[in-house]
């Protein structure tokens, strides 16, 4: 059986290659080659793990260098430099045993162009990249974003990922890296997966497993509603709702069916009728984590949707006498000489600057307390200045090398990496940088090309940059090769939001959004 799938796949060839004797071999097949400033990425159909060896010419298809070898069906050659001007690679994908000057060669040939490095291209190599994550890598039954690419818990998808991964979905299919119906179809996978699964009052769990498509507990209380990631969930389907409001009758339906999502999010009922926003709900539990959603943080955003609602919605006074009522909502400290009005000491880990504002536009967005674009500035280059002044200082920080938020870590695991406490052990995250991109934009494709032109080899990998690296290690235990969703959206997200501002656009064209941010005495521009 396996032999007629193979042979129905290939085409099996005879040759007489540097022996007199025939030799049999199956030439890959769609082999096909992109090449970047700095890499080029070699594709083919190995269903069956054939072993190859790659070999490239640089000088017009006369003499091939073997650079590697593989069973994958991918392989990304670095060239260990930054392309300055066009020039052509030639590649032979060759079965290992096979020589690269036999006579059919030619067979395993691909030409690859590469053009000389530009920041446009680099930006979008790194959106493209990354938008695999949630494109290529998402969990096929259900089109929810997989929680991270090492799980040991196993098939576990993660909802406020995939709100951000609905974001990038789009903005993919805006860039022609898959069509609007492919996006479509997985977007509205991952909608009919919410209308089926269970809910909290409305809200989501933090976590599905993806097989049972039963809610996967996040902590020993936690295994029920969670608000806050239902929030990152929603910030993404409104933006799906706009995108595909005036579509055709499949994307106009879809729009009708995130709405129906929207309107049945109990956010007032998670108050217990009190002046508060409660995390956590459990149907075996409670509230019995009793966790408020104070800020200042990550969560912005469950308050501005809690007010936005059009049938659950909070009083304003939820928002004051808890969010901006904690001992790190307002700051007033200057930091290397930089003000910041909110948040903890050095403002904290950069995703309390990413997560609210995929969607929600910092531009103009102001209130009694600060100018939110200029406020989520001041955090990434108060970031910038302490990477550069480095006070305990670890191998690697600097201009290009800065970045500090939760992620994976080689050292302790997933942590925050909060510059200034003990989490800080020399790790860099090029989430934290590349999402601030719309704050710091030359300080951010600083740390982009030094991610990609001086750690590219080890950093870079099939859906983007991997989610750390610590220089302070030995060379082969810097980098954490793992992929976290909640660290991926932000990249794609806000690299879009830079070139275009469509994510923006779109989730603030929703009038709720508006009415919500009134009633708590935000300002925007007109």
Known sequence: MKKTILFSLTILFFSTCMAAEKVNYVVPNKLKGVGYSAHTELAWENRVGFVYTIYRSDDGNNNFSKIGETSSNRYMDFFGKQIQKDQTFFYRIMPKGLAVDCKNAGKFEVVVPVKAASDTDLLDMTQRYTTRYFYDYADPQTGMARERSNDGNGNIVTTGGSGFGIMALIAGAERNYFSRAEALKSIDKIVTFLEKTERFHGAWAHWYNGNTGK?????????????????????????????????????QALAKRITQLWETVEWSWYTQGKDALYWHWSKNYGFKLNHRITGFDETLITYVLAASSPTFPIEPSVYEKCYTNSSYFLNGKKYFGIKLDLGMEYGGPLFFTHYSFLGLNPNGLSDKYTNYFDRNRAHALIQVAYAKANPKKYTGYGANCWGFTSSDDPISGYTSHQPGTSEENGTISPTAAIASLVYTPKESIAALRYFYYSKGNILLGEYGFYDAFNASLVEGQQVVHSYLAIDQGPIAVMIENYRSGLLWKLFMANPEIHKGLDRLGFKTEK
Do not use: H, W
């Open 215 to 251: 809610a996967f507990s996040f902590s020993q209380f936690d295994d029920g509603g969670d608000l806050v990631e239902t929030a990152f969930m929603m910030e993404g389907l409104l933006t799906a709702r706009e995108y595909f409001r005036n579509g055709n009758i499949n994307e």
